[in-house]
């Protein structure tokens, strides 16, 4: 029979494993391969009776730091803009199978300010019943059109996924944006797991 102590140093030694490892989001683009002009930018949310919520403001900020680091000028009206961005977020729960094992360590997200904080939680069910595990996959999706109604020269989205107790939604739309145009505009048709820093 294993001693308490030697249980909780064994828990310490997987927590600190998972803690080493690197968070990365699934990031799909497409786009026809051609140079794509920078010019003025509006964002628009695709559903449009977000327009004038905090939530949208929110994702259209984060949205907008990274479009201007790629030498985009970001622009409040869309009828003047030569470009326009589509924001939405989608958050969803996806049931993970039951751990077997009477001992588990979870690996929890935490997001600030586009940093990454890694916490753990360890349980230890009951007579070692399953336990569920929960995730939620949040996904930030943005298409570039030219101007407002025009043909999409560019469209990307991009996926995380953080345990039950990590932040999820809007909250992670910095994080999201990042991954979504780092390299801009990326390679087309093609899922790649990109590293959160």
Excluded: Y
Excluded at 26 to 31: S, Y
Excluded at 99 to 125: A, E, H, K
């Amino acid at each position: 029979m294993m001693r308490a102590g030697s249980a909780v140093a064994i828990a310490l030694s997987l927590a600190l494993a998972a803690c080493a490892s690197t968070p990365q989001a699934q990031v799909l683009r497409f786009h026809q391969g051609q140079p794509i002009n920078r010019g003025t930018i509006a964002i628009q949310p695709a559903n449009p009776a977000m327009a004038n919520s905090l939530e949208f403001n929110a994702q259209a900020n984060a949205v907008g730091a990274e479009l201007q680091r790629q030498g985009f000028t970001v622009v409040g009206n869309p009828a003047q803009a030569q470009f326009v961005a589509i924001v939405d977020v989608q958050t969803g729960e996806r049931l993970q199978a039951p751990r077997q094992s009477g001992l588990s360590v979870g690996v929890g997200g935490g997001f600030s300010r586009g940093n990454v904080g890694m916490g753990t939680s360890i349980n230890v069910p009951v007579g070692g019943q399953p336990q569920a595990n929960v995730a939620s996959m949040t996904t930030l999706s943005v298409a570039i059109t030219q101007g407002a109604g025009g043909p999409a020269v560019w469209e990307g989205r991009s996926t995380l996924e953080t345990q039950a107790g990590g932040q999820s939604g809007t909250a992670l739309t910095p994080v999201l944006a990042g991954t979504l145009f780092k390299d801009f505009p990326g390679p087309s048709g093609q899922t790649v797991r990109v590293p959160i820093r």
